[in-house]
C-alpha cells in the first residue's frame, strides 16, 4: 500500500464518521500525531512548518516544555481540574500576575472576568455589558469583521455566510466602513453624520466593536490615526469601545494589545485563543472598572474555571516581563513584510498586496481561488498556511511567535515553490 493510499484509508474515519461541518482535515488531508515548536508531524512521520498556529492560538508554540511541566505536576499532585468560578490557586497566580505583568505596567485599569472558554463567549458577554450599561440596543461593527459563531458575535459579523449559518434574522447591529474599506474615502466623518443625522436611520449605539487587524476578514489593518478617531467618536458620544483582540491580542502583533500603539483605552477587551497559553481553551474579557456593573452569575458558564489554562496562561505571562519577547516578534516581523514584498514584486502575476502587521500578515491575490491553490501545494511541500478573507483571497501568516529565523525561512521557501509551481500550471 503506497503512502498516499494509507493515508487516504485513515482519513476515511473521519469522512464517514464526522460531521459534513468539518473544515480544516479536508484541507490539510493527513492526521497529525505530534507537536513541538513551530513543527507538526504526522502518522507517516512526515514534518510540517506552521504558519497556522491553530488560528492564531499557539502563539507561544507547541508544547512549550515549561508549561508543560506545570501541567504534568499538577495533575500529579491532584489539583483541582474543574471548579467553575470558586477560588482556587491557579485562579488567583493567573489574576495577580496577569495584573502586575500586563495591566500596571500600561497603565490600564481593567477587572478581569471569566466568561466561557471562547472568543465568541467573549465577545457575548461585551456586548451583553455594554448594553446593560448603556441602556442602549445597537452595536455599530465594521465590514469584514469577524466576532464568533454564536448569534449576537454573528450579528456583529460580516461574512454572509457564516450569517446565513444563524438560520434567523441578526437584529441590533449595524455594519459601517473599516478603515479604506472605500480607497480615499473618509469612514470616521460618514460614520460620525449617520450618527448626529436623526434622519440616517441609525439609533445611537451601545458600543462599536473593532478588529485593529482584521483576521478571518482579510487581513485588514487599521491606521493608527483611525483607531485614535474611532476612540475619540465614542468619547463624544458616550459610546462604549469594544476590542475584539482574540486573535490580534497576546503579542501577535508585536505588542501584547494590538491597540497599544495607537495609544488608546477600549472600554472593553476580549482575550482568547492565546491567552491559555498552550493552546487549553481559556477567554477573559476586560472591563473598565467603572462598568463593572454585572449582577453574579448574569453571565456565566460551566467551563469559566479552566484551572489548567490559568497554569499555562500564567506561565506564558514570562515572555511579557519585559520588552525581549515583544521586540523580537517586531522583529520577525519586519523580516516576514520585507519577504512578503520581495515575493510581491518578484511574481507580478499574483498581483499581490501585503497586508497586516507583526506576526499577522497575509499576501492579497486578485485571480479567483489562486490563494486556496498556493496554501494547498504549500501543505503538499510541508507548510501548513491557509487563507482569509470572504473571497479566501489571502494567503494568511500566522506563525507561532516562537519561531526563529531558520524556521521563517524554511516556511517562506516553500512558500515560493508553491507560489512558482501554481503560477506554471
Given at each position: 500500500m503506497t503512502t498516499a493510499t494509507w493515508n487516504d484509508a485513515?482519513?476515511?474515519?473521519?469522512?464517514?464518521?464526522?460531521?459534513?461541518?468539518r473544515s480544516y482535515s479536508r484541507g490539510w488531508p493527513t492526521v497529525f500525531e505530534k507537536s513541538k515548536g513551530y513543527k507538526l508531524w504526522d502518522t507517516d512521520g512526515k514534518e510540517y512548518i506552521d504558519f497556522f498556529a491553530g488560528a492564531g492560538t499557539l502563539n507561544y508554540g507547541h508544547n512549550d516544555d515549561a508549561m508543560q511541566e506545570k501541567l504534568i505536576e499538577y495533575i500529579k499532585n491532584d489539583g483541582v481540574i474543574h471548579s467553575l468560578d470558586m477560588a482556587t490557586i491557579p485562579r488567583k497566580d493567573f489574576l495577580e500576575r496577569f495584573t502586575d505583568v500586563i495591566l500596571k505596567p500600561r497603565n490600564l485599569d481593567y477587572k478581569i472576568m471569566f466568561p466561557g472558554p471562547t472568543g465568541t463567549n467573549t465577545v457575548e458577554s461585551a456586548l451583553k455589558i455594554a448594553r446593560k450599561i448603556t441602556g442602549r440596543e445597537t452595536v455599530i461593527s465594521f465590514t469584514n469583521a469577524f466576532h464568533g459563531m454564536t448569534i449576537g458575535s454573528l450579528s456583529v459579523t460580516g461574512n454572509s455566510f457564516k450569517r446565513h449559518g444563524a438560520g434567523v434574522p441578526l437584529h441590533h447591529a449595524v455594519s459601517m466602513p473599516f478603515d479604506n474599506y472605500v480607497e480615499d474615502n473618509d469612514s470616521i466623518a460618514y460614520l460620525d453624520r449617520f450618527l448626529e443625522d436623526s434622519g440616517s436611520g441609525v439609533a445611537l449605539p451601545a458600543a462599536i466593536i473593532l478588529e485593529t487587524v482584521q483576521g478571518e476578514g482579510g487581513i485588514n489593518a487599521a491606521r493608527m490615526e483611525w483607531l485614535k478617531k474611532v476612540e475619540a467618536l465614542c468619547r463624544r458620544w458616550d459610546i462604549l469601545l469594544i476590542v475584539d483582540d482574540v486573535q490580534a491580542g497576546n503579542g501577535r502583533t508585536g505588542t501584547f494589545f494590538s491597540f497599544e500603539p495607537a495609544g488608546i483605552k477600549p472600554d472593553v477587551v476580549c482575550l482568547s485563543k492565546s491567552i491559555g497559553g498552550i493552546g487549553?481553551?481559556?477567554?477573559?474579557?476586560?472591563?473598565?472598572?467603572?462598568?463593572?456593573?454585572?449582577?453574579?452569575?448574569?453571565?456565566?458558564?460551566?467551563?469559566?474555571g479552566n484551572n489548567m489554562a490559568f497554569l499555562a496562561a500564567t506561565e506564558a505571562l514570562k515572555n511579557w516581563e519585559n520588552d525581549y519577547f515583544a521586540n523580537a516578534v517586531q522583529e520577525k516581523g519586519a523580516f516576514l513584510k520585507s519577504e512578503i514584498n520581495r515575493l510581491i514584486d518578484h511574481y507580478p502575476e499574483l498581483n499581490g498586496e501585503a497586508r497586516g502587521r507583526g506576526l499577522m500578515q497575509g499576501i492579497a491575490v486578485e485571480k479567483e481561488g489562486l490563494a486556496g491553490e498556493i496554501c494547498a501545494e504549500a501543505f503538499e511541500r510541508g507548510l501548513i498556511v491557509e487563507t482569509?478573507?470572504?473571497?479566501?483571497?489571502?494567503?494568511?501568516?500566522?506563525?507561532?511567535?516562537?519561531?526563529?529565523?531558520?524556521?521563517?525561512?524554511?516556511?517562506l521557501d516553500i512558500l515560493e515553490d508553491s507560489i512558482k509551481h501554481v503560477l506554471k500550471k
Open positions: 485513515k482519513m476515511k474515519t473521519f469522512e464517514n464518521l464526522e460531521s459534513e461541518v487549553l481553551p481559556m477567554a477573559i474579557t476586560l472591563i473598565k472598572s467603572e462598568y463593572d456593573q454585572w449582577g453574579p452569575g448574569e453571565h456565566n458558564g460551566t467551563f469559566r482569509s478573507g470572504p473571497d479566501d483571497e489571502v494567503v494568511k501568516f500566522l506563525p507561532p511567535l516562537i519561531i526563529d529565523q531558520e524556521g521563517l525561512v524554511k516556511g
